[in-house]
């Protein structure tokens, strides 16, 4: 099935490497980290084709390096970006424009920040939570979660790591503010460097072939837990793993609360799943007046819904679609 609208092109200012986006819904803007370029770019909701953006945070006084992940803070106004470049978190105001400086940084050996991939703010419990993975040995690999305002070198008030969890690597991460429910894409597959970077390809045969990062035995799962209750080795209270889900190595992860649904693309498969799971969305209130004026002006605008792959498990196993190898 084709997208709605395709954002491309060299006005847009994207490059290849842009893992973790944001929507922000009150503003209808769309923001993206480009770690290649050092750049943050906003464009506006209903942007297409070669467009290019309404805002770049870009330039010496911005402190970024390789931004990798951003997520919108539409109570406080505020934008947060992962950057593992420098191993930092870093908040700018929502509209903030060219070198602007970041009002706020996390930083230090406290932190435990390492492969910073993922970010989410909940401003209900003023909690910012981030999920991080080690190369090195003890670093943690698991997720974080720091006070709001937090900034400097200072510990997070909680870490979720340990066996118990089943991460073994993870990537993107959404927050749901009204539950407290965080959603966390476990990817699990195995980071094989290609080569060491001073003597590439020492010791190999000159025809030897690298195992594949995707061959790893272990699944990658969606999981989720509670940014206030759950710390330290405890495993997720729900999640979504498994043959009959389709998913093997899941890169990110969004929810559609309105209609119960966890959304999940997947790295094997280069394609997106979605599950039907309205029990973690009880008690939920109704979506704010800003969301219902944002859905009113795409439907007047005539952008079509988002395609839904309901059940993929039902469709995988009536199509008897191989297994990945």
């Known amino acids: 099935m084709a997208?709605?609208?395709?954002?491309?092109g060299q006005l847009t200012r994207l490059s290849r490497t842009t893992h973790g986006i944001a929507y922000d819904t009150t503003n209808d803007e769309i923001i993206a980290p480009n770690p290649l370029a050092a750049a943050v770019v906003i464009f506006r909701g209903g942007a297409t084709g070669e467009e290019a953006p309404v805002?770049?945070?870009?330039?010496a006084r911005t402190g970024l390096s390789r931004p990798e992940t951003v997520a919108v803070d539409e109570k406080n106004n505020e934008l947060v970006v992962g950057d593992p470049g420098d191993r930092r978190i870093l908040v700018y105001r929502r509209t903030a424009d060219g070198d602007a400086a970041p009002?706020?940084?996390i930083q230090g050996p406290k932190t435990k920040l390492l492969q910073v991939v993922g970010v989410a703010v909940d401003p209900v419990r003023d909690l910012l939570v981030v999920s991080t993975y080690s190369r090195l040995p003890g670093g943690v690999t698991g997720i974080l979660i720091f006070g709001r305002t937090d900034q400097g070198d200072v510990a997070p008030k909680r870490v979720?790591?340990?066996p118990k969890t089943g991460i073994t690597r993870l990537r993107q991460i959404g927050l749901d503010p009204e539950t407290g429910k965080i959603y966390v894409a476990a990817i699990n597959n195995e980071?094989?460097?290609p080569y060491d970077v001073d003597k590439p390809r020492a010791g190999l045969d000159a025809n030897a072939e690298l195992p594949s990062p995707w061959n790893t035995g272990t699944e990658g799962f969606i999981g989720v837990w509670d940014d206030v209750e759950d710390d330290g080795d405890v495993p997720p209270r729900s999640m979504i793993k498994g043959r009959s889900t389709g998913i093997v190595h899941p890169a990110g992860v969004t929810f559609n609360a309105k209609d119960g649904e966890v959304i999940a693309p997947d790295a094997v498969w280069n394609g997106l799943f979605t599950f039907l799971k309205p029990e973690l969305f009880k008690g939920r209130p109704e979506p704010s007046a800003a969301v219902e004026r944002v859905r009113a002006r795409q439907q007047r605008a005539g952008v079509p819904p988002s395609p839904r792959l309901r059940r993929p498990a039902v469709a995988l196993a009536e199509a008897g679609g191989p297994r990945p190898q």
């Open 103 to 105: 009002i706020r940084t």
């Open 191 to 193: 980071y094989l460097p």
């Open 160 to 162: 979720i790591t340990g």
């Open 55 to 59: 805002r770049t945070i870009q330039g």
């Open 3 to 8: 997208p709605a609208r395709v954002i491309q």
